[in-house]
């Protein structure tokens, strides 16, 4: 169905996200000599054999001990270094919450939180690895930079600024394979929001694997006559409100779409936004306080309505209260 | 519970392994090599060891209770569940399937029997085990307390701390497995992160320490289980090293780490298949 469709982005080409972050550390790690990676047994999923083995006296291998890596991190940048740590998004937040706030945020260390898996398109693996809480935790924090790339290069690009960025960060990223509709050799610019599809009727703010899901959504409003912004929102903090509200002060009403929980998400973040600066009817895609399960992704992001088509509807909805 | 021989206890096990195999093919995922090197550890405590009753009920009051700290190899629990009476073996089917009951990893969201927690992200399910032994005690119910864990688990520092309480706190009630495997996701645990001596670090904690040399020898595991019960109720936990190859019964698995979490192709299930009797009927 989605072929069929007239969108302003198109794909030729598949490939999981985390290899766009295991590609981008590979060159980053030639660029700046201080980067150095870390993991917790899990090298092949984070995509990061590629980087041990140009650097092998640059990468760690922690074992199944997420809250040592995350001291060990903060520990490192005592000396100049940039660590990079990679493991599943629960296991990158969560799990190490209060090392991560005291060690690295509140330390205002420089180590680069990444992690993948996230959300409910892991899959199989069930609700134990599908965070959907990350996001909220992670800009809960004063001082992290939190950032959600929507595909392969974006996310290769994401991983490359980010080592050229002091402060902490937290990148995250996912496991499916997902269509490459961005360009190869983009810039990526920290906290500046993309407007990717100019509109007039309705505004996504969409972020991670959801802009694509919010691409396919224009074209299926564009069919019934609706013209719709669509705004890649791969930095959820800082927010761009200078873009989210120049946008609004056009169309007049918005949706967000995101692989995440309601509370806590990039929603949230634009909502507050919204309402302190220009409250415009307000509409919401993704997870509506549930944990996932296991399931194949595409049946799971249709059970917890992630698809074009809820984007569809909410941003129908959103019009109607204009 | 019928207690079974140790013939009859054999044949349950490759049947299990076949569920295993078929289970995780269909779906394309899951975790088979830990799964199938704790088939006869599965095998003797729900047929053999457990005082248990298929009738399930949350609190488990006055039986024996089991955990599973390392939720990844739930096919191995899921097929002994069914196959002891737990759930119908038609089930076995829905195993990651959407709606099922039969998640990636146990939960107890869904409501199925035999499930007392969530597990899957490792370090976990020991303290879990601990505290539900304690609860037995302030019950007054002399049942045992079961937890298996992996050998790469080791390396969660939570685990320690569990281990540093049970012995303090004298939870003579509860038997501890490790599945010692050798091996974890990026390979060895020996080049992942050495676990070194695990018998010296529990008795360094305040256990009693027994060893399954052969962990995939159904005599062996019983009669390890039952010199671990015979040390219960003596002020220390007891923990259970259980040597297995990891992949065990089928020859193209064994002993390697490839098969942690990958799930044999058309070709190589029909392959494993063969090399396991259908002794019970698949489901
Ligand atoms: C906290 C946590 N970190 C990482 C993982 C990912 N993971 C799943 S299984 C596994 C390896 C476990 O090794 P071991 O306990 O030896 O089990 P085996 O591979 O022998 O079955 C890892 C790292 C996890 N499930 N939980
Ligand atoms: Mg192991």
Same mark, same amino acid.
């Given at each position: 169905?989605?072929?069929?469709?007239?969108?302003?982005?198109?794909?030729?080409?598949?490939?999981?996200?985390?290899?766009?972050?295991?590609?981008?550390?590979?060159?980053?790690?030639?660029?700046?000599?201080?980067?150095?990676?870390?993991?917790?047994?899990?090298?092949?999923?984070?995509?990061?054999?590629?980087?041990?083995?140009?650097?092998?006296?640059?990468?760690?291998?922690?074992?199944?001990?997420?809250?040592?890596?995350?001291?060990?991190?903060?520990?490192?940048?005592?000396?100049?270094?940039?660590?990079?740590?990679?493991?599943?998004?629960?296991? $990158?937040?969560?799990?190490?919450?209060?090392?991560?706030?005291? $060690?690295?945020?509140?330390?205002?260390?420089?180590?680069?939180?990444?992690? $993948?898996?996230?959300?409910?398109?892991?899959?199989?693996?069930?609700?134990?690895?599908?965070?959907?809480?990350?996001?909220?935790?992670?800009?809960?924090?004063?001082?992290?930079?939190?950032?959600?790339?929507?595909?392969?290069?974006?996310?290769?690009?994401?991983?490359?600024?980010?080592?050229?960025?002091?402060?902490?960060?937290?990148?995250?990223?996912?496991?499916?394979?997902?269509?490459?509709?961005?360009?190869?050799?983009?810039?990526?610019?920290?906290?500046?929001?993309?407007?990717?599809?100019?509109?007039?009727?309705?505004?996504?703010?969409?972020?991670?694997?959801?802009?694509?899901?919010?691409?396919?959504?224009?074209?299926?409003?564009?069919?019934?006559?609706?013209?719709?912004?669509?705004?890649?929102?791969?930095?959820?903090?800082?927010?761009?409100?200078?873009?989210?509200?120049? $946008?609004?002060?056009?169309?007049?009403?918005?949706?967000?779409?995101?692989?995440?929980?309601?509370?806590?998400?990039?929603?949230?973040?634009?909502?507050?936004?919204?309402?302190?600066?220009?409250?415009?009817?307000?509409?919401?895609?993704?997870?509506?306080?549930?944990?996932?399960?296991?399931?194949?992704?595409?049946?799971?992001?249709?059970?917890?309505?992630?698809?074009?088509?809820?984007?569809?509807?909410?941003?129908?909805?959103?019009?109607?209260?204009? | 519970?019928?207690?079974?021989?140790?013939?009859?206890?054999?044949?349950?096990?490759?049947?299990?392994?076949?569920?295993?195999?078929?289970?995780?093919?269909?779906?394309?995922?899951?975790?088979?090599?830990?799964?199938?090197?704790?088939?006869?550890?599965?095998?003797?405590?729900?047929?053999?060891?457990?005082?248990?009753?298929?009738?399930?009920?949350?609190?488990?009051?006055?039986?024996?209770?089991?955990?599973?700290?390392?939720?990844?190899?739930?096919?191995?629990?899921?097929?002994?569940?069914?196959?002891?009476?737990?759930?119908?073996?038609?089930?076995?089917?829905? @195993?990651?399937?959407?709606?099922?009951?039969?998640?990636?990893?146990?939960?107890?969201?869904?409501?199925?029997?035999?499930?007392?927690?969530?597990?899957?992200?490792?370090?976990?399910?020991?303290?879990?085990?601990?505290?539900?032994?304690?609860?037995?005690?302030?019950?007054?119910?002399?049942?045992?307390? @079961?937890?298996?864990?992996?050998?790469?688990?080791?390396?969660?520092?939570?685990?320690?701390?569990?281990?540093?309480?049970?012995?303090?706190?004298?939870?003579?009630?509860?038997?501890?497995? &490790?599945?010692?495997?050798?091996?974890?996701?990026?390979?060895?645990?020996?080049?992942?992160?050495?676990?070194?001596?695990?018998?010296?670090?529990?008795?360094? @904690?305040?256990?009693?320490?027994?060893?399954?040399?052969?962990?995939?020898?159904?005599?062996?595991?019983?009669?390890? &289980?039952?010199?671990?019960?015979?040390?219960?109720?003596?002020?220390?936990?007891?923990?259970?090293?259980?040597?297995?190859?990891?992949?065990?019964?089928?020859?193209?698995?064994?002993?390697?780490?490839?098969?942690?979490?990958?799930?044999?192709?058309?070709?190589?299930?029909?392959?494993?298949?063969?090399?396991?009797?259908?002794?019970?009927?698949?489901?």
């Amino acid at each position: 169905m989605e072929k069929t469709l007239n969108t302003k982005f198109t794909y030729t080409e598949k490939k999981d996200t985390r290899s766009g972050f295991g590609d981008g550390l590979l060159e980053a790690g030639r660029k700046n000599p201080e980067v150095v990676g870390l993991c917790a047994d899990l090298i092949g999923s984070l995509k990061m054999g590629a980087f041990q083995k140009e650097f092998p006296e640059r990468f760690f291998q922690v074992g199944i001990a997420e809250a040592n890596m995350m001291g060990l991190a903060a520990g490192m940048t005592i000396g100049g270094k940039i660590p990079f740590t990679g493991t599943f998004a629960n296991f $990158s937040t969560g799990r190490v919450y209060d090392q991560i706030r005291q $060690s690295i945020a509140y330390s205002g260390k420089n180590v680069k939180i990444c992690a $993948s898996h996230a959300g409910v398109t892991l899959g199989e693996d069930g609700a134990t690895h599908q965070i959907l809480e990350d996001v909220g935790m992670m800009k809960m924090l004063p001082h992290m930079t939190v950032i959600n790339p929507c595909d392969y290069n974006q996310t290769k690009a994401a991983t490359m600024a980010i080592a050229e960025h002091e402060g902490p960060v937290y990148l995250r990223f996912g496991r499916p394979s997902w269509p490459i509709f961005t360009d190869k050799d983009q810039k990526f610019e920290i906290g500046k929001a993309w407007k990717m599809i100019e509109g007039k009727d309705v505004t996504i703010f969409a972020t991670g694997h959801l802009v694509w899901e919010a691409v396919v959504a224009e074209a299926m409003l564009a069919e019934e006559g609706i013209s719709a912004e669509v705004i890649n929102i791969h930095t959820i903090k800082p927010l761009d409100e200078e873009a989210i509200l120049e $946008s609004v002060a056009k169309t007049g009403c918005c949706v967000s779409a995101e692989e995440h929980q309601l509370n806590g998400g990039l929603g949230d973040s634009i909502a507050q936004t919204l309402v302190r600066n220009n409250p415009v009817p307000m509409e919401f895609v993704g997870v509506d306080d549930s944990f996932g399960e296991s399931g194949t992704p595409m049946d799971l992001m249709k059970k917890y309505g992630l698809k074009a088509e809820n984007i569809v509807e909410k941003a129908k909805k959103a019009l109607a209260r204009k | 519970m019928e207690k079974l021989s140790i013939d009859q206890l054999n044949k349950t096990c490759s049947q299990v392994r076949r569920d295993i195999l078929r289970m995780v093919h269909a779906v394309n995922s899951g975790h088979p090599g830990g799964s199938l090197g704790c088939t006869e550890f599965f095998v003797a405590l729900y047929f053999n060891q457990m005082e248990h009753t298929t009738d399930f009920d949350m609190d488990g009051r006055n039986e024996d209770l089991f955990f599973l700290s390392n939720g990844h190899i739930s096919p191995v629990w899921y097929s002994v569940l069914a196959r002891s009476g737990y759930f119908g073996v038609e089930e076995l089917a829905t @195993f990651r399937k959407i709606d099922s009951r039969l998640q990636g990893h146990p939960t107890t969201e869904e409501n199925l029997p035999g499930i007392r927690i969530a597990s899957g992200s490792l370090g976990q399910g020991m303290s879990a085990a601990i505290g539900a032994a304690q609860a037995k005690k302030i019950n007054g119910d002399d049942k045992t307390v @079961f937890v298996l864990m992996g050998d790469g688990e080791q390396q969660e520092g939570q685990v320690w701390e569990a281990a540093m309480y049970a012995a303090h706190h004298k939870v003579d009630n509860l038997i501890a497995t &490790i599945d010692v495997n050798r091996q974890q996701i990026d390979g060895l645990t020996t080049e992942v992160m050495d676990l070194q001596d695990l018998r010296k670090k529990y008795e360094a @904690f305040g256990w009693e320490v027994v060893e399954t040399k052969d962990g995939n020898n159904m005599e062996e595991v019983i009669s390890v &289980i039952e010199k671990a019960k015979s040390l219960l109720g003596k002020g220390k936990p007891v923990m259970n090293l259980l040597h297995t190859e990891m992949g065990y019964g089928v020859d193209f698995m064994v002993g390697t780490h490839k098969w942690h979490g990958v799930a044999p192709n058309d070709e190589q299930l029909e392959n494993a298949l063969g090399q396991l009797e259908e002794s019970l009927g698949d489901y």
